[in-house]
Protein backbone atom coordinates (compact mmCIF):
# COMPACT_ATOMS: atom_id res chain seq x y z
CA UNK A 1 0.00 0.00 0.00
CA UNK A 2 1.42 3.46 -0.92
CA UNK A 3 -0.12 5.04 2.12
CA UNK A 4 -1.86 3.24 5.10
CA UNK A 5 -4.84 3.99 6.82
CA UNK A 6 -2.61 5.10 10.00
CA UNK A 7 -0.99 7.74 8.05
CA UNK A 8 -4.27 8.96 6.59
CA UNK A 9 -5.84 9.39 9.68
CA UNK A 10 -3.37 11.18 11.60
CA UNK A 11 -2.36 13.34 8.70
CA UNK A 12 -6.32 14.13 8.52
CA UNK A 13 -5.99 14.77 12.38
CA UNK A 14 -3.42 17.01 12.01
CA UNK A 15 -4.95 19.35 9.49
CA UNK A 16 -8.12 19.62 11.60
CA UNK A 17 -5.57 21.16 14.14
CA UNK A 18 -4.08 23.60 11.47
CA UNK A 19 -6.82 24.40 9.21
CA UNK A 20 -6.89 27.78 10.51
CA UNK A 21 -3.31 28.64 8.99
CA UNK A 22 -4.44 27.50 5.91
CA UNK A 23 -7.29 29.57 5.79
CA UNK A 24 -5.81 32.70 7.10
CA UNK A 25 -3.10 31.87 4.34
CA UNK A 26 -5.03 31.69 1.76
CA UNK A 27 -7.50 34.85 2.47
CA UNK A 28 -4.70 36.59 2.67
CA UNK A 29 -2.60 35.97 -0.52
CA UNK A 30 -6.10 36.66 -2.12
CA UNK A 31 -6.55 39.85 -0.74
CA UNK A 32 -3.20 41.13 -1.79
CA UNK A 33 -3.73 38.96 -5.34
CA UNK A 34 -7.16 40.96 -5.33
CA UNK A 35 -6.14 45.03 -3.51
CA UNK A 36 -2.82 45.23 -5.21
CA UNK A 37 -2.63 42.80 -8.36
CA UNK A 38 -6.08 42.82 -10.09
CA UNK A 39 -7.49 46.43 -8.56
CA UNK A 40 -3.97 47.84 -8.94
CA UNK A 41 -3.58 47.18 -11.97
CA UNK A 42 -7.30 47.62 -13.66
CA UNK A 43 -7.47 44.11 -14.26
CA UNK A 44 -11.34 42.79 -14.73
CA UNK A 45 -11.18 39.39 -12.29
CA UNK A 46 -12.76 37.36 -9.45
CA UNK A 47 -10.48 36.17 -6.96
CA UNK A 48 -11.67 33.77 -4.68
CA UNK A 49 -9.86 31.46 -2.22
CA UNK A 50 -9.93 28.34 -0.09
CA UNK A 51 -8.63 25.33 2.38
CA UNK A 52 -9.26 22.22 1.04
CA UNK A 53 -11.41 20.68 3.70
CA UNK A 54 -10.56 17.95 6.39
CA UNK A 55 -13.11 15.62 4.34
CA UNK A 56 -11.58 16.76 0.86
CA UNK A 57 -8.46 15.88 1.91
CA UNK A 58 -8.68 12.43 3.51
CA UNK A 59 -10.93 11.23 -0.15
CA UNK A 60 -7.90 12.79 -2.05
CA UNK A 61 -5.55 10.81 0.28
CA UNK A 62 -7.90 7.36 -0.22
CA UNK A 63 -8.04 7.89 -3.82
CA UNK A 64 -3.39 7.62 -3.69
CA UNK A 65 -3.96 4.64 -1.64
CA UNK A 66 -6.65 3.17 -4.04
CA UNK A 67 -4.65 3.88 -7.38
CA UNK A 68 -0.88 3.66 -6.09
CA UNK A 69 0.08 6.27 -7.87
CA UNK A 70 2.03 7.97 -5.10
CA UNK A 71 4.15 6.62 -2.67
CA UNK A 72 3.64 8.48 1.13
CA UNK A 73 5.32 6.67 3.88
CA UNK A 74 4.37 9.40 6.86
CA UNK A 75 2.13 12.16 7.78
CA UNK A 76 4.92 14.20 7.07
CA UNK A 77 5.52 13.31 3.34
CA UNK A 78 1.66 13.86 2.95
CA UNK A 79 2.25 17.92 3.49
CA UNK A 80 5.43 17.78 1.48
CA UNK A 81 3.46 16.28 -1.26
CA UNK A 82 -0.05 17.90 -1.23
CA UNK A 83 0.58 21.61 -2.10
CA UNK A 84 -3.02 23.10 -2.81
CA UNK A 85 -4.26 22.63 0.65
CA UNK A 86 -4.61 26.60 0.84
CA UNK A 87 -5.19 27.89 -2.72
CA UNK A 88 -6.70 31.30 -4.46
CA UNK A 89 -7.74 31.47 -7.93
CA UNK A 90 -7.94 34.76 -10.37
CA UNK A 91 -10.44 34.48 -12.86
CA UNK A 92 -9.64 37.12 -15.59
CA UNK A 93 -12.95 38.68 -17.33
CA UNK A 94 -10.75 38.34 -20.60
CA UNK A 95 -7.89 35.86 -21.57
CA UNK A 96 -5.67 38.39 -22.44
CA UNK A 97 -4.90 39.66 -18.67
CA UNK A 98 -3.90 35.77 -17.80
CA UNK A 99 -0.06 36.10 -18.67
CA UNK A 100 -0.20 39.57 -17.08
CA UNK A 101 -1.93 38.20 -13.81
CA UNK A 102 0.76 35.43 -13.42
CA UNK A 103 3.58 37.71 -14.07
CA UNK A 104 2.35 40.02 -11.37
CA UNK A 105 1.63 36.67 -9.38
CA UNK A 106 5.25 36.11 -9.66
CA UNK A 107 7.00 39.48 -9.41
CA UNK A 108 4.90 40.22 -5.67
CA UNK A 109 5.67 36.69 -4.10
CA UNK A 110 8.47 33.84 -3.77
CA UNK A 111 8.72 30.33 -3.82
CA UNK A 112 10.35 27.96 -0.72
CA UNK A 113 14.05 29.31 -1.63
CA UNK A 114 12.63 32.89 -1.45
CA UNK A 115 13.00 33.19 -5.43
CA UNK A 116 10.53 34.55 -7.88
CA UNK A 117 8.36 31.62 -8.21
CA UNK A 118 7.81 29.95 -11.98
CA UNK A 119 4.55 28.77 -13.52
CA UNK A 120 2.93 25.73 -14.97
CA UNK A 121 0.97 26.62 -17.99
CA UNK A 122 -1.56 23.65 -18.77
CA UNK A 123 -3.62 23.96 -21.95
CA UNK A 124 -4.73 20.23 -22.28
CA UNK A 125 -6.34 21.10 -25.63
CA UNK A 126 -3.03 21.26 -27.38
CA UNK A 127 -2.49 17.54 -26.78
CA UNK A 128 -6.28 16.77 -26.66
CA UNK A 129 -9.14 17.75 -28.68
CA UNK A 130 -11.57 16.82 -26.24
CA UNK A 131 -9.55 18.57 -22.74
CA UNK A 132 -10.30 21.91 -23.02
CA UNK A 133 -8.63 22.46 -19.62
CA UNK A 134 -6.64 25.57 -19.15
CA UNK A 135 -4.63 27.34 -16.61
CA UNK A 136 -1.93 28.19 -14.59
CA UNK A 137 -0.20 27.19 -11.45
CA UNK A 138 1.91 28.90 -9.08
CA UNK A 139 3.23 27.87 -5.85
CA UNK A 140 3.88 30.61 -4.03
CA UNK A 141 4.87 31.82 -0.80
CA UNK A 142 4.31 35.30 1.51
CA UNK A 143 7.54 37.39 1.32
CA UNK A 144 9.65 38.20 4.48
CA UNK A 145 7.75 41.32 4.43
CA UNK A 146 4.41 40.02 4.82
CA UNK A 147 5.65 37.56 7.57
CA UNK A 148 4.54 40.00 10.32
CA UNK A 149 2.02 39.83 13.51
CA UNK A 150 -0.78 37.41 12.84
CA UNK A 151 1.13 35.67 9.85
CA UNK A 152 4.20 34.93 10.76
CA UNK A 153 3.35 31.37 11.33
CA UNK A 154 2.47 30.45 7.76
CA UNK A 155 5.23 31.82 6.23
CA UNK A 156 6.53 28.19 5.58
CA UNK A 157 3.34 27.03 4.05
CA UNK A 158 2.66 27.26 0.54
CA UNK A 159 -0.94 28.07 -1.80
CA UNK A 160 -1.37 27.63 -5.42
CA UNK A 161 -2.74 30.38 -7.29
CA UNK A 162 -4.56 29.26 -10.13
CA UNK A 163 -4.86 32.18 -13.10
CA UNK A 164 -7.24 31.05 -15.99
CA UNK A 165 -10.14 32.78 -17.76
CA UNK A 166 -13.40 33.02 -16.33
CA UNK A 167 -14.63 31.32 -19.28
CA UNK A 168 -12.21 28.33 -18.86
CA UNK A 169 -12.91 28.39 -15.28
CA UNK A 170 -16.18 27.29 -16.06
CA UNK A 171 -15.41 24.54 -18.21
CA UNK A 172 -12.69 23.63 -15.49
CA UNK A 173 -15.25 23.13 -12.93
CA UNK A 174 -17.70 21.45 -14.93
CA UNK A 175 -15.32 18.93 -15.74
CA UNK A 176 -13.51 18.60 -12.35
CA UNK A 177 -17.35 17.77 -10.87
CA UNK A 178 -18.11 15.06 -13.55
CA UNK A 179 -15.11 13.56 -14.69
CA UNK A 180 -12.57 13.66 -12.20
CA UNK A 181 -14.71 12.70 -8.43
CA UNK A 182 -14.88 8.65 -8.81
CA UNK A 183 -18.19 8.42 -7.76
CA UNK A 184 -19.35 10.58 -10.65
CA UNK A 185 -18.50 7.41 -12.35
CA UNK A 186 -17.21 6.60 -15.99
CA UNK A 187 -18.46 9.61 -18.51
CA UNK A 188 -20.61 8.30 -21.40
CA UNK A 189 -19.89 9.16 -25.13
CA UNK A 190 -22.69 11.57 -25.34
CA UNK A 191 -21.43 13.58 -21.72
CA UNK A 192 -17.87 14.06 -23.60
CA UNK A 193 -19.27 15.15 -26.26
CA UNK A 194 -21.44 18.18 -24.94
CA UNK A 195 -18.13 18.56 -22.69
CA UNK A 196 -16.30 19.24 -26.00
CA UNK A 197 -19.27 21.05 -27.52
CA UNK A 198 -19.14 23.55 -24.12
CA UNK A 199 -15.16 23.74 -24.45
CA UNK A 200 -15.93 25.16 -28.07
CA UNK A 201 -18.46 27.45 -26.63
CA UNK A 202 -15.85 28.46 -23.83
CA UNK A 203 -13.29 29.28 -26.66
CA UNK A 204 -15.50 31.45 -28.62
CA UNK A 205 -16.77 33.24 -25.38
CA UNK A 206 -13.22 34.31 -24.82
CA UNK A 207 -12.98 35.80 -27.67
CA UNK A 208 -16.91 37.41 -27.67
CA UNK A 209 -15.23 38.94 -24.25
CA UNK A 210 -12.65 40.59 -25.67
CA UNK A 211 -14.70 42.05 -28.40
CA UNK A 212 -17.45 43.30 -25.88
CA UNK A 213 -14.97 45.45 -23.72
CA UNK A 214 -13.54 46.81 -26.70
CA UNK A 215 -16.40 47.95 -27.91
CA UNK A 216 -17.17 49.57 -23.94
CA UNK A 217 -13.67 50.77 -24.14
CA UNK A 218 -14.67 52.80 -27.28
CA UNK A 219 -17.81 53.97 -26.53
CA UNK A 220 -16.04 55.26 -22.89
CA UNK A 221 -13.72 57.24 -25.16
CA UNK A 222 -16.46 59.04 -27.19
CA UNK A 223 -19.27 59.34 -24.11
CA UNK A 224 -16.83 62.32 -22.04
CA UNK A 225 -17.63 63.39 -18.73
CA UNK A 226 -15.96 62.43 -15.25
CA UNK A 227 -14.72 58.65 -15.35
CA UNK A 228 -17.09 56.53 -14.10
CA UNK A 229 -14.05 53.68 -12.44
CA UNK A 230 -10.80 53.40 -13.04
CA UNK A 231 -11.79 51.30 -16.23
CA UNK A 232 -12.57 54.03 -18.01
CA UNK A 233 -9.75 56.11 -16.60
CA UNK A 234 -7.45 53.69 -18.23
CA UNK A 235 -9.75 53.31 -21.46
CA UNK A 236 -9.84 56.97 -21.96
CA UNK A 237 -6.21 58.24 -21.66
CA UNK A 238 -4.23 54.74 -23.04
CA UNK A 239 -4.37 56.12 -26.18
CA UNK A 240 -1.93 59.60 -25.30
CA UNK A 241 0.66 56.88 -24.23
CA UNK A 242 0.78 54.48 -27.27
CA UNK A 243 2.75 50.85 -26.68
CA UNK A 244 2.29 51.38 -23.09
CA UNK A 245 -0.03 49.07 -20.82
CA UNK A 246 -1.52 51.94 -19.34
CA UNK A 247 -3.32 50.00 -16.90
CA UNK A 248 -0.41 48.54 -14.88
CA UNK A 249 -0.25 50.59 -11.43
CA UNK A 250 -3.74 52.49 -12.54
CA UNK A 251 -5.99 51.83 -9.69
CA UNK A 252 -3.73 53.63 -7.41
CA UNK A 253 -2.64 56.60 -9.65
CA UNK A 254 -6.81 56.86 -10.63
CA UNK A 255 -7.39 56.29 -6.63
CA UNK A 256 -5.05 59.46 -5.74
CA UNK A 257 -6.49 61.74 -8.31
CA UNK A 258 -10.09 61.44 -6.76
CA UNK A 259 -9.38 63.81 -4.21
CA UNK A 260 -7.74 66.30 -5.88
CA UNK A 261 -10.37 66.37 -8.29
CA UNK A 262 -8.72 65.18 -11.50
CA UNK A 263 -11.70 63.46 -12.34
CA UNK A 264 -12.01 63.97 -16.27
CA UNK A 265 -9.46 63.85 -19.09
CA UNK A 266 -9.37 67.75 -19.21
CA UNK A 267 -8.57 68.37 -15.87
CA UNK A 268 -6.10 66.36 -16.53
CA UNK A 269 -4.73 67.67 -20.30
CA UNK A 270 -4.72 71.22 -19.09
CA UNK A 271 -2.08 70.57 -17.00
CA UNK A 272 -0.16 69.18 -19.59
CA UNK A 273 1.74 71.45 -22.08
CA UNK A 274 2.43 68.38 -24.42
CA UNK A 275 0.99 66.92 -28.09
CA UNK A 276 -0.16 63.37 -28.25
CA UNK A 277 1.47 60.94 -28.64
CA UNK A 278 3.18 61.45 -25.31
CA UNK A 279 5.13 58.20 -24.71
CA UNK A 280 8.96 59.36 -26.01
CA UNK A 281 8.41 62.63 -23.22
CA UNK A 282 7.22 60.50 -20.34
CA UNK A 283 9.93 57.82 -20.91
CA UNK A 284 12.26 61.15 -21.01
CA UNK A 285 10.47 62.64 -17.85
CA UNK A 286 10.51 58.83 -16.24
CA UNK A 287 14.58 58.18 -16.54
CA UNK A 288 15.32 61.37 -15.19
CA UNK A 289 13.71 60.60 -11.97
CA UNK A 290 14.75 57.45 -11.85
CA UNK A 291 18.16 59.18 -12.14
CA UNK A 292 18.02 61.08 -9.28
CA UNK A 293 16.28 58.66 -6.81
CA UNK A 294 19.45 56.12 -7.78
CA UNK A 295 21.60 58.87 -6.98
CA UNK A 296 19.61 59.73 -3.93
CA UNK A 297 19.76 56.27 -2.81
CA UNK A 298 16.10 55.90 -2.83
CA UNK A 299 14.73 52.34 -3.60
CA UNK A 300 11.91 51.57 -1.77
CA UNK A 301 9.80 51.80 -4.29
CA UNK A 302 10.66 51.84 -8.79
CA UNK A 303 9.54 53.44 -11.82
CA UNK A 304 8.05 51.10 -14.18
CA UNK A 305 8.32 52.62 -17.90
CA UNK A 306 5.63 50.24 -18.91
CA UNK A 307 2.64 51.54 -16.75
CA UNK A 308 0.71 54.35 -16.27
CA UNK A 309 4.11 55.69 -14.10
CA UNK A 310 4.46 57.48 -17.20
CA UNK A 311 1.37 59.80 -16.36
CA UNK A 312 2.47 60.42 -12.95
CA UNK A 313 6.09 61.75 -13.59
CA UNK A 314 4.57 64.06 -16.21
CA UNK A 315 2.50 65.46 -13.58
CA UNK A 316 4.44 65.36 -10.48
CA UNK A 317 5.83 68.86 -10.86
CA UNK A 318 2.47 70.22 -11.09
CA UNK A 319 0.45 67.73 -8.70
CA UNK A 320 3.11 66.58 -6.30
CA UNK A 321 2.65 68.75 -3.29
CA UNK A 322 -1.26 67.56 -3.77
CA UNK A 323 -0.10 64.02 -3.79
CA UNK A 324 1.94 64.20 -0.68
CA UNK A 325 -1.15 65.58 1.95
CA UNK A 326 -1.91 63.17 4.14
CA UNK A 327 -5.23 61.23 4.02
CA UNK A 328 -7.59 60.56 6.55
CA UNK A 329 -6.89 56.79 6.95
CA UNK A 330 -3.97 54.85 5.95
CA UNK A 331 -4.15 54.58 2.27
CA UNK A 332 -3.69 51.13 0.51
CA UNK A 333 -0.02 50.00 -0.55
CA UNK A 334 -0.51 51.48 -4.07
CA UNK A 335 -1.36 54.89 -2.87
CA UNK A 336 1.24 55.02 -0.50
CA UNK A 337 3.65 54.36 -3.34
CA UNK A 338 2.14 56.90 -5.19
CA UNK A 339 2.43 59.36 -2.66
CA UNK A 340 6.10 58.15 -1.66
CA UNK A 341 6.86 58.91 -5.46
CA UNK A 342 5.91 62.71 -4.80
CA UNK A 343 7.20 62.95 -1.62
CA UNK A 344 10.60 62.52 -2.96
CA UNK A 345 9.47 64.71 -5.73
CA UNK A 346 9.41 67.18 -3.82
CA UNK A 347 12.68 66.57 -1.73
CA UNK A 348 14.77 66.11 -4.69
CA UNK A 349 13.04 69.71 -6.77
CA UNK A 350 14.44 71.61 -3.16
CA UNK A 351 17.97 70.28 -3.62
CA UNK A 352 18.11 70.21 -7.33
CA UNK A 353 16.18 71.05 -10.86
CA UNK A 354 13.74 68.57 -11.92
CA UNK A 355 12.35 70.36 -15.11
CA UNK A 356 9.18 69.36 -16.70
CA UNK A 357 9.90 67.54 -19.98
CA UNK A 358 8.14 70.69 -22.06
CA UNK A 359 11.19 72.85 -20.39
CA UNK A 360 13.79 70.31 -21.66
CA UNK A 361 12.36 71.04 -25.18
CA UNK A 362 10.82 67.30 -25.61
Request: proline share 4%.
Amino acid sequence: MTISDDTIKKAVQRYHREYDRYLKLAARIAEICRSEIVEGNAIRAQVTSRAKSPKSLEGKLRRFAANGKKSIPNVDAVFEQIRDLAAVRVATYEQRHEEQVVELVCRRFVDAGDLRPTHERKDKNRDDPGNFYRASHIEVFLTKADGVGTYANVMDVPCEVQVCSMMAHVWNEIEHDLGYKPAAGTLSEQERNFLAMLGQSVRMGDGTILSLFAETERRQREQGGTFSDVYDFVARLRGWFPGIEFARNAGALFESFLPIRLLNPDSIRKLLNLNEPMTDPAHAALEAFAQLLDAQGSTQFRLDRNSSDVLLVLLLPKIGKHLQAPLSEAPPEGVTRVRWFAERFIELSAATTVAEPEARGL
